[in-house]
């Protein structure tokens, strides 16, 4: 398991090696993809946000809520599974307007991808909860806690280790969807790759640097969750 | 007017034309990733580190990276090097690939829970490695883990929109076609959602069945190990 | 005699067709030590389960101090209880698990304070001190910050009685507690409810399998068989001259096997 950080690494330093080797004149290009870049990410920070938030309300509201609220969290963890990213980032972009919510692009894609990772995140966070030993309320039901309290202060937390491996694959999913924010107008890295692939040519080079720079920002992230998990797990075994 | 039947129906021929498409990508990068997914396994298994650690590198790298930049990559990058693919191939290759190594990681939980002892019994029966593995190893790890590569299969044929981006002609692209050339979008991008979203469906009870069939049929193979 | 402390009054608890308690009676004074023991299944951990209302009953009332716990009064009927009222009732009961159910993501000294603060509200400062208090009288001072997870088995159930003593129960109810423990790590923690049935006025219910401590700590001994409670009474009673054939085997099995 430790080989596989070392093994991206290497392939990481051999690509990007070859490319600079090859790049003529790469300061052509490298600042527009770095612009690009940026925007990639904070689409990504922002979308995560979104959806961590929408995956706590809907998983609770699905566990917990009054009939009304479950039908509505079950809808939209359906739907938004149920069809493709692509679909829903377009019925944001090019329906809404029709219902007279006009969105800037920008938000249009945090909270289209948000909510499309959010859907998947819900059973993530489903499956966490369920996961705590039922020990863990009984124990607060004997020291007389409301539901309420005892989900946010006992529960959710011991949930949360649980939860923290699932939520950085599904943040990698959400790097990788941001990819399809370049289709509705929205200048992200891979945007810039295209935009600079019809104006210079350099196909080979921007494409292989671009897949490095989501490589890089997928490690950041990976890297990023196991701090936190082992964060996590101090001082913490699962004992009842 | 939210919403109008009679453009509904007028585009609906064009729209179910173009799903065809959609259905032969899914099915095509499916199979492609299917045998890909085996291969990469197999080679991420294997006890060579040479073998192994790049194998897992490449595995890793595709996991890591956008769906849609791999289909600029190929469709865009094959022609400097004389390979000029046509945009549905390079799109089936690309979706292929992609999933491919998503698949390798299930094949490779189903190879590891072979149990050792069945290694074991065809050395001591004198079978052949190749023989081993077609005939004992594969039979017994591929039947568990059919439920998640069907859930792959379902993710898979959710990303062929991505193919829009090439200008294949599958059902996004034709929705956003239809759209611009009748100024409405509302109802040819509803309908594509409401497409996927009754397919997803439909297969995802369709795997649950499969699931619960094997689930029973494992349970009582016939005599155990 | 005074309005008892705890009354099941004809509680009746099924689990489908199974009947696992059969309509109980029994009435338990304040500051009374009660030793539950019986043969597994015979219906004594779901007692303690109801009385914590951890499990609904099906059939019957039970009273806590004189008030119907299971239902409330309305319009001069016994309706069942609501939220509101069960919480109300349930502040009189304290229970510690078999399993202990400490909150591994708390220190020892938190888990003694989560309660009192969020739900008596009481001041941090005030609940810490008293946290701290707590663990010292179960001589784990010295581990107040350590978690759950650095504790052997025998600190975190000491931990456990800590926690549910801080919420200043009337009734104590100990489930089972020593089951889950190694044999030379029992005795720490029956030292600890030895002083506490010494030292606090306290109503405690013991589900047990330690028949002498049961025959040393408490004041009364029920033996449960099949949901009912087939003999009760002081324990040199059941113990020496069990009236009950059930009872003697029972006993002659348990002591057999040390």
Known sequence: ?240 | MFWDWSYVWEIMPTLLRASVVTIQATLLGFVLAAVLGLVMAILRMSKSQWISVPTAAVIEFIRSTPLLIQIFFIFFVFPEFGIVLPALTAGVIALGLHYGAYCSEVYRAGLESVPRGQWEASIALNLSPYITFRDIIIPQAIPPVVPALGNYLVALFKETPLLSAIAVLELMQTAKILGSENFRYVEPITLVGAFFLVMSLVASVFIRQVESTLNRSLRNPGGGQ | ?258
Not at chain 3, 137 to 162: C, E, F, T
Not at chain 3, 232 to 254: C, H, M, W, Y
């Open chain 3, 1 to 258: 005699m005074t309005t008892p402390m705890v009354k099941f009054d004809n509680v009746t608890k099924r689990y489908g067709s199974l009947t696992v308690l059969d309509s109980l009676n029994l009435e338990i004074a304040a500051n009374e030590k009660v030793a539950i023991i019986g043969p597994s299944g015979s219906g004594k951990t779901t007692v303690l389960r109801m009385l914590m209302t951890l499990e609904r009953i099906n059939d019957g009332v039970i009273h806590v101090d004189g008030e119907p716990m299971t239902h409330m009064e309305r319009n001069g009927a016994l309706v069942p209880a609501d939220e509101r009222h069960l919480r109300r009732v349930r502040g009189n009961i304290g229970m510690v698990f078999q399993h202990f159910n400490l909150f591994p993501h708390m220190s020892a000294l938190k888990n003694c304070m989560e309660a009192p603060i969020h739900v008596l509200g009481m001041p941090r400062r005030e609940a810490e001190e008293r946290a701290a208090e707590l663990l010292d009288m179960v001589g784990l001072g010295d581990k107040k910050n350590h978690y759950p997870s650095q504790l052997s088995g025998g600190q975190q159930q000491r931990v456990a009685i800590a926690r549910a003593l801080a919420m200043r129960p009337k009734v104590m109810l100990f489930d089972e507690v020593t089951s889950a423990l190694d044999p030379e790590l029992v005795g720490e923690v029956l030292q600890v409810i030895r002083k506490l049935a010494k030292e606090h006025s306290l109503t405690m219910l013991m589900v047990t399998h330690q028949m002498g401590f049961a025959r040393e700590f408490a004041d009364r001994v029920c033996f449960f068989h099949s949901g009912k409670i087939a003999e009760q009474g002081a324990p040199d009673k059941i113990f020496n001259d069990p009236q009950e054939e059930r009872t003697r085997q029972f006993l002659s099995a348990v002591l057999e096997a040390g």
């Open chain 1, 1 to 240: 398991m430790q080989l596989r950080p070392l093994a991206i690494c290497a392939i990481v330093f051999f690509t990007a090696g070859l490319a600079i080797a090859s790049f003529a004149n790469f300061r052509e290009f490298i600042p527009g993809l770095l612009q690009g870049a940026w925007i990639t990410v904070q689409i990504t920070i922002g979308g995560c946000i979104v959806a961590v938030i929408a995956a706590l309300l809907a998983a609770i509201a699905k566990m917990y809520g009054p009939a009304p609220l479950r039908w509505l969290a079950v809808a939209y963890i359906e739907l938004f599974r149920g069809t493709s990213a692509l679909v829903q980032l377009f019925w944001l972009f090019f329906v809404l307007p029709h219902f007279g919510i006009v969105l800037e692009p920008m938000s249009v894609a945090i909270a289209a991808l948000g909510l499309n990772v959010g859907a998947y995140g819900a059973e993530v966070v489903r499956g966490a909860i369920t996961a705590v030993p039922r020990g863990q309320w009984e124990a607060s039901v004997a020291l007389n806690m409301p539901r309420k309290l005892a989900l946010r202060r006992i529960i959710l937390p011991q949930a949360f280790a649980a939860m923290i491996p699932p939520w950085g694959n599904l943040f990698i999913e959400l790097l990788k969807a941001t990819a399809l924010v370049s289709l509705i107008t929205i200048s992200d890295l891979a945007f810039k790759a295209q935009q600079m692939n019809q104006t210079t040519f350099r196909t080979v080079e921007i494409f292989s640097i671009v897949l490095v720079m989501y490589l890089a920002i997928s490690i950041v992230i990976t890297v990023g969750m196991r701090t936190l998990e082992t964060f996590a797990a101090r001082g913490m075994a699962r004992g009842r």
